[in-house]
């Protein structure tokens, strides 16, 4: 049993960040720790008035309380995180927590569709690439991956612009990336897995219908997968087609607008990681 610390937002309501990974995480069979970087009423997409608690006053004390009883990680695991400061907590706790052999995972969930989420700016897109660079392995889609690099924004893009995308994660220390929500025909989608030099990919069936924290939902899966000693080709593909089954599993609910049913989905997650 493997022992992973998640460090993220908690949203009261919305079916993303620390509310899709711990359950998705134990699911997978880990021990998993939290860090909750922030707490809101709900989500910030689509939704108006939230309230928002920034917890980063909280963070160095629980740091340096795990520091004294000698607890660390096989993996950290980061998703939204509220500020540059958490950024900058985030490698201390890298530095102090990891497990020798452990894998550190960042998803820079900061933007979408070739905007930022509300309350980041660039400054913070510039800081978030310097934690990546210290990351094992980094899950950005491509918005995040070009505010992250200066490297162009496309909707309609081919082969040769991912692989560019690719060589700019690379020149800012970024070795291993899957990159996610790669689209090069109207009818899939898929992910990029770069170790390195190699790069595979993996596409599926793509449903136009956009929905919210599907993203968390596949770098929960995709950590999970790991952690039960599968490859990090393995892995895209098994987190890719659990995100499509959850997605699958909420359309037609137009009163489910705030994210996806992943709960309805975790035993097909199980089946695919031979569970």
């Not at 400054?123 to 978030?128: G, Q, T, V």
């Amino acid at each position: 049993m493997k022992r992973v610390a998640s460090i993220q937002d908690i949203s009261c309501l919305g079916q993303c960040s620390m509310t899709v990974a711990l359950p998705i995480l134990s699911a997978c069979g880990q021990e998993t720790c939290i860090i909750p970087s922030a707490v809101l009423s709900t989500h910030t997409g689509g939704f108006t008035d939230f309230t928002f608690r920034d917890l980063s006053d909280d963070i160095p004390a629980i740091s340096a309380h795990w520091q004294k009883e000698g607890i660390d990680f096989d993996a950290i695991y980061t998703g939204y995180l509220g500020s540059i400061k958490q950024i900058d907590m985030v490698k201390d706790l890298f530095a102090k927590h990891t497990r020798a052999g452990g894998v550190k995972i960042v998803d820079p969930a900061m933007a979408d569709n070739g905007k930022l989420y509300y309350g980041f700016d660039q400054a913070y897109a510039d800081a978030m690439a310097t934690l990546c660079s210290e990351a094992d392995l980094v899950l950005p889609n491509i918005t995040e991956s070009c505010f992250m690099t200066g490297f162009e924004y496309k909707e309609a893009y081919d082969e040769e612009y991912v692989v560019l995308l690719l060589k700019a994660l690379e020149d800012k220390g970024m070795k291993n990336v899957i990159l996610t929500g790669i689209s090069y025909s109207a009818d899939t989608t898929g992910v990029v897995v770069k170790l390195g030099k190699d790069i595979q990919y993996y596409s599926h069936k793509r449903i136009p219908v956009g929905s919210h924290g599907t993203g968390d939902v596949f770098a929960s899966a995709f950590s999970g997968a790991l952690l039960n000693g599968k490859s990090e080709f393995e892995s895209a593909k098994i987190a890719a087609e659990y995100t499509l089954r959850c997605i699958e599993n909420t359309q037609g609910d137009e009163n489910h607008r705030y994210g996806v049913k992943f709960e309805t989905a975790i035993p097909y997650l199980l089946e695919l990681l031979g569970k």
